[in-house]
């Protein structure tokens, strides 16, 4: 139960109150688990006031968990978040220390492991997290990039965009703001008669139509409706009371934030890469690399391998010694494929395999192109799918041998 009051006299009459009720119904409150939190406190030396509850004291704190949620006396969400950066990185890495290990589990199932179980533990009340810092999102963003970079194998220095589209995830805000949309929905179709749907009513309408100042949630749903230009079924809401239902409101949430952040996120990976790669990696069809993989599953590591090189070709290369020769390269991919003198006789191989299957124009266009972007599209061309099945499986395994074997 949760007393609210304005004045630090209100709240201990309501305290008060509260005891003579409990008296005449004979039912005690454990003054132990109680306490009092006091928002917009003054900056003074004064000693903390003394609240009673009967004969009992009830102590005044700072933080407060209810219904698992941690309010503090800032209204800060930092402790939210942080807690949720350790639920992330800790359940995670419970279920892949269990057993399920990438690489040898397909990344589509450990994503559904990850949206149905990590997620929405460490997601627990992000609907209230509001006031959130540039670095609560921050922490939170690298959090959720890792543990997706772990999912399907990649380096943790591979290009965060790629990671997303090739596993087609949203980033964590977005995440975020789906939730809070979500929760709105919720609100919105509550019954009249519940408190709950009241101070909302009231908090909203003298937010938009009075311009009152205020933080936490409803300013946030504001800026979300205004940022997916939903905002029209809020007027609607104020002026008539009518909310699209579950099912509508769910399509309207799909359509506008999870298809819009998917398509800005496709667009900009094909920005980066000058190239329409987003669309090799699409997952909405039956073709992907991952449904492709589930089929064949011994053709694993070399289709994580063609994945891993092209996520080296879209990332930022930093310098690193061959294993092989030891030569000093500022791009791993480039150096084993064109420039390594140990992997001479494969690439020549990979040279005859290619030129086999790529027809007359495409193998000019490709060598003609940059080295990087050579490499990024012989791994695209190798993880081509075609009816659910490798069409170029002859490759994937020699440009395994290109990367990792000693010649
Ligand atoms: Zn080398």
Redesign the pocket.
Known sequence: MILMAYSSYALQRMIDMCYQYSCKWRFEYNASKCAVIVFNKQRSNQPKQSWSLGSDVITETSTYTHLGLLCDEYMSSSILVDEAIKKLRGTLGSILSSGLTPGEINPLTLKKIYCSVVIPKAFYGAQLWSNCSKADVKGLEIAHRKSLKQIATLSPYCNTIFTLVLLDMDFAEDLMDFYKLQFLGQLCRLSPNLLAKQVFVQRLVRHITYGDVMMGYIPDICRLTHKYKIGHFIDTFISTGRFPGKSAWGHILKTSVKRLNQRQRESHLDEQCETNISLSLKHSNSDSIWTALKKIPKYSKYCYNAIRILGYSVSEQFVSA??????F?NSHAT??FW?????SVTRKELICKLYDAMDGETFRTLIRSPLLTQCRQIALFSTQVENGMFVNVHLLTTLHKLMYQNQ
């Open positions: 061959c294993k092989r020769c030891g030569h390269s150096h084993a420039l390594c003198a140990k992997t």
